[in-house]
């Protein structure tokens, strides 16, 4: 069977065992976290894919990767699920598609704010707002610095890119010149 077909079938049933309980928002943290965790520890997949690890070490691993103590009986309960069926080798598959699954259900946009420096929150706030306003949906929105924009900024939302930065305007120019 497909990693994806397998992944999302196990998402949607968490999903839907959340929503019942009234608990996915906490559960989407700790998919997020769980996610996360693979991107930012690469040993993880190695040792969780490993045969010679027990069961109950890895349990305890994607326990301690998705929140450790503060993680819900729900998710506990899902990671010995996966586990029990050696499902294990797709479980950040499965957290990837109960991120989307949610965000879908939720109509939770990912929002990003690029500057040449940093921004106040009362300015980031008002950009989420416009946001938020523009989609009728909950904005989660990031920050970053970028000095090579030299000026403006650029603002990243669903399929949506206004580029207001120096920098492409200097580039603009360029182009203009050159032919």
């Known amino acids: 069977m ?15 065992s959340a929503t019942d309980a009234k608990i996915e928002d906490g559960v989407y943290q700790q998919m997020q976290l769980l996610a996360k965790s ?3 520890v690469p040993q993880l997949r190695q040792t969780i894919d490993n045969p010679m690890l027990s069961k109950e070490k890895k349990e305890m691993l994607l326990l301690t990767a998705s ?14 699920l996966v586990l029990k069926e050696d499902r294990e ?12 699954l949610y965000r879908k259900q939720k109509n939770v946009i990912r929002g990003k ?17 416009m946001v938020e ?3 009728q949906g909950i904005v989660e929105f990031e920050a970053e610095v970028n000095p090579d ?21 200097l580039r603009d120019i360029l182009n ?3 032919k």
């Open 89 to 100: 080798n797709m479980i950040q598959f499965m957290a990837n598609s109960y991120v989307t």
């Open 2 to 16: 497909d990693i994806g077909v397998i992944s999302v079938r196990y998402a949607r049933a968490l999903l839907k």
């Open 38 to 40: 693979y991107v930012e």
């Open 67 to 80: 929140g450790g103590s503060e993680a819900s009986p729900l998710t506990k309960a899902f990671i010995a």
């Open 133 to 135: 306003s523009k989609t």
């Open 149 to 169: 924009i030299v000026g403006g900024f650029v603002l990243e939302y669903d399929t949506y890119r206004m580029d207001a930065s120096v920098q492409s305007k």
């Open 113 to 129: 704010l690029t500057t040449a420096v940093a921004v106040s929150p009362d300015t980031e706030q008002k950009m989420r707002r």
């Open 176 to 178: 203009t010149l050159k």
